[in-house]
DNA sequence: TCAAAAGTGTTCTGTTTACACCCATGG
DNA sequence: CCATGGGTGTAAACAGAACACTTTTGA
């Protein structure tokens, strides 16, 4: 048991001073060797919204054990990285697709949630717009976009990841703009609305939710009209980054 | 090591199928010992009030570099723990407690972010009633509480982890009944308004205060007064967790 | 008897919800 | 000319904020 050497060496260094335990970092720079190291893996739950629904990219396992089952996708992160770099790494690779909206989630532990090896995962969440982007990714055969129901089960504990970022989501769509990575530039309320609908898996008031939004004031409507959803055609919006960066500035915040 | 025979096995099993870049349990089975392995510590912001304010616990570092410098507490992850448990180690070799109420933070991972060697740390957030606890601690000698406004300057990133439990605990504070456990068993109002005030740092309506957590209705009042604290003394208060979980089965969802 | 802290309700204001009809257009 | 989906406002209910006086008792 290595941390009985590190007791007699403190002993040693400094008589009389009992041993520190607590402090990792005091035990850092003559004993981080003796300590145990784990891989680090990030999972990364990809959202996507395709005009009706919620969704999430999974990628067919190739390989035993689990051949066959669903996963996310992931990746070890690399001594030269930090995790987000390599979330984004990982996405990039799968996708293609870079500069995309990602944050951190969980990191999960459990001894033996990963049977290969002692592994641990830092799941991530990305939020991307179907629409806009062509995935290039190089395992693109084995990925697929499932709606958030219909979602199989995934192994290890990639389902518990799904649920945590859901949640997360829920609680982000309510309190930041972000709905808008999932959307293409320029969009129409209807669609805001179905979006919001999805994520927070009910139905919203059309008028109600005109009116929050025209009260939040960050989003400006454009000249032009989307004419193939309706005879009448319906109005786009944009985001405005600016207005809203400007508003936040001076203590506004985005409650929905 | 038995992964490495548990490879072997497995690249026999399936010759010729070429490695898969992104999903890392593809790769798991024939590739994770060519992944790079990190340290992974954990580090607790403790939390502790003590009828005034709010506090944490830090302590001070005896070695090189960053010598007399504050710090959190923290510790390694060992390969045979998960993390929560790593997190709970920590804290009950510091303070002799258990059974505290943690909560996962953050993983800060940057690259350079520890000098002494690469290492990833993720952030734990611990509850305490420092009245109610003794320390036993075997570096109570080098642990001090501090109220939150005088913390001092800390090593590394702790104060960026600081500053993040600081606002999930705002955030929990609202949403869930975590506040008593940071009070005593028995409490009277004006400690838990002092409690919330502190937490949330901006003075509370005492009426307004009083009546929310009435309509909460998850607290008993009990049939003694705290004597000292006022001539004509104030009652004391106990929170009923039986009552909180049945409601919250029911749908009751705790918001101040 | 007075100083110190506890306890207690009501009004006002702003936010959230519920709800129904007209409009523009392509077929 | 009509079917389809888009756009619009108001009233009622509710939740949050503001606010002041009485009670108890130890010194």
Redesign the pocket.
Do not use: C, E, P, Q
């Given at each position: 048991m290595q941390s009985c050497k590190f007791f007699g060496y403190l002993a040693r260094a400094a008589p009389g001073v009992r041993p520190q335990l607590t402090n990792h970092y005091n035990m850092a720079l003559t004993y981080y060797k003796t300590e145990d190291q784990v891989l680090l893996a990030v999972d990364c739950i990809i959202f996507g919204f395709d005009e009706e629904e919620l969704k999430l990219v999974l990628v067919k396992r190739s390989m035993e054990p689990e051949r066959g089952k669903w996963s996310l996708i992931g990746g070890f992160m690399k001594k030269d990285e930090d995790l987000d770099q390599a979330a984004a790494r990982v996405l990039e690779t799968l996708t293609g697709l870079s500069d995309i909206y990602m944050e951190q989630l969980y990191a999960y532990s459990k001894v033996d949630r990963d049977p290969g090896q002692r592994t641990v995962s830092v799941a991530y969440f990305a939020l991307i717009d179907v629409a806009s982007h062509q995935f290039e990714g190089v395992q693109l055969e084995t990925a697929q976009w499932f709606p958030l129901s219909q979602a199989p089960h995934l192994i290890f504990d990639h389902n518990a990841m799904v649920e945590k970022a859901v949640a997360r989501l829920r609680r982000r769509a309510m309190t930041m703009p972000i709905g808008f990575e999932l959307l293409p530039e320029k969009f129409?309320?209807?669609q805001l609305q179905a979006l919001y609908e999805s994520i927070l898996d009910k139905k919203l008031?059309?008028?109600?939710f005109?009116?929050?939004f025209k009260s939040l004031d960050v989003l400006i409507r454009l000249d032009e009209?989307d004419?193939t959803?309706?005879?009448?055609?319906?109005?786009l919006y944009r985001f405005d980054k600016e207005k809203y960066d400007r508003k936040v500035e001076e203590g506004f915040s985005f409650?929905l």
């Open positions: 129409t309320m209807r008031d059309k008028r109600n005109i009116n929050k009209k004419m959803v309706a005879r009448k055609g319906a109005y409650k």
